[in-house]
């Protein structure tokens, strides 16, 4: 059985490079993009079953507030959506990508192992409104 691994690398306080791995082997890249604290998109790069990369490329839209509410391809199709619940709770999700993204209430990282976000300092957890861990001094 393999073991995933997760690298994470970030620029300007902001999620930039998202590497997994299986065994050592690289199977994905995520990018994410940014203006400022908004986020735009992603490029997801991954290998093929015959070794060869592909890519695809995902629109971030985003309301007021810096929710990721849809994900469209490089054609403005819809392809995934998020409606959330007034402390970042997801009410409903649609599409496959919606699954796995984890760019989403806010623009947080959300975490799909443990369902928090991770907001730089600590984690959030949507389901009840509550902290990980007291704030730093």
Not at 17 to 43: A, D, V
Not at 121 to 132: T, V
């Amino acid at each position: 059985m393999g073991s995933k691994s997760y690298e994470y690398y970030y620029g300007n306080d902001n999620l930039t490079l998202e590497i997994i791995k299986e065994n050592n082997n690289i199977l994905e890249y995520r990018y994410y993009q940014w203006n400022g604290n908004t986020p735009l998109g992603m490029i997801v790069k991954k290998k093929g079953s015959e070794g060869n990369w592909k890519e695809k490329i995902f629109h971030y839209w985003t309301n007021q507030r810096g929710n990721v509410i849809s994900i469209r391809d490089n054609s403005n199709n819809e392809i995934g959506s998020y409606t959330y619940g007034v402390i970042g709770n997801v009410l409903d999700e649609k599409g496959e990508i919606a699954k796995y993204n984890t760019i989403r209430y806010a623009g947080y990282y959300y975490d799909h192992e443990t369902k928090n976000y991770y907001l730089q300092a600590r984690f959030y957890n949507p389901e009840n409104g509550s902290f990980l861990a007291l704030p730093m001094k």
